[in-house]
Antibody, heavy 116, light 106 residues
């Protein structure tokens, strides 16, 4: 059974940093491109970014709204995905989902609240 | 960026109704379009991939069609568990973009 379990969400002040983690199981993690998607309260879905696999040099792409502030990394040995979020803004408040968009695998999400 | 427009933004329907949602891309995205269902407080669930392919385990009352810029998603006979919000998603060009969603309620 495919499982993606996010952790690391919480309350952070504007300008602060937070690192989200995602633990994967039930599929060959090393072969998959992985994405982060977020959803602000009461709003629609927004793609945040993607990391490719080792064969594609772990290249990342990001939405303009987070480019330069967020980074994505992965540890294939531990089947983990990470989202490092720096210089957080109130607009970054959302549920953050770890997923593989091309394959339809999603975690349950973790809430990030940016507020003073 | 590719803009995705969905219509309608919401609709009211009854069990047994046929429901169709359309999604239009601002430029050609080939068939790289997925349809997702989301219920309150839950993660989205993939229903249709590559415009017209039914995801494994998804009931056959769901279907999708289209290519290029114009796509449609149909529920042939609405069931109680289908009341939810539906999103289209283009994965052809970065940044990936979701439609604004269509809420299907009673």
């Amino acid at each position: 059974e495919v499982q993606l379990v996010e952790s690391g969400g919480g309350l952070v002040q504007p300008g602060g940093s937070l690192r989200l983690s995602c633990a994967a199981s039930g599929f060959r993690f090393t072969d998959y491109y992985m994405d982060w998607v977020r959803q602000a309260p009461g709003k629609g879905l927004e793609w945040v970014g993607r990391i490719r696999d080792k064969a594609n040099s772990y290249i990342t792409d990001f939405a303009a709204s987070v480019k330069g502030r967020f980074t994505i990394s992965r540890d294939d040995s531990s089947k983990s995905l990470y989202l490092q979020m720096n210089n957080l803004k109130t607009d970054d408040t959302a549920v953050y989902y770890c997923c593989s968009l091309a394959d339809g695998f999603w975690g349950h999400g973790t809430m990030v609240t940016v507020s003073s | 960026d590719i803009q995705m427009t969905q219509s309608p933004s919401s609709l009211s329907a009854s069990v047994g109704d046929r429901v169709t949602i359309t999604c239009q891309a601002s430029q050609d995205i080939s068939n790289l379009l997925h349809w997702y269902q989301q219920k309150p407080g839950k993660a989205p669930k993939l229903l249709i991939y590559d415009a017209s392919n039914l995801e494994a385990g998804v009931p056959s009352r769901f279907s999708g069609s289209g290519s290029g810029t114009d796509f449609s998603f149909t529920i042939s006979s609405l069931q109680p568990e289908d009341f939810a919000t539906y999103y289209c998603l283009q994965l052809n060009i970065f940044p990936f973009t979701f439609g604004p969603g269509t809420t299907v309620d009673i």
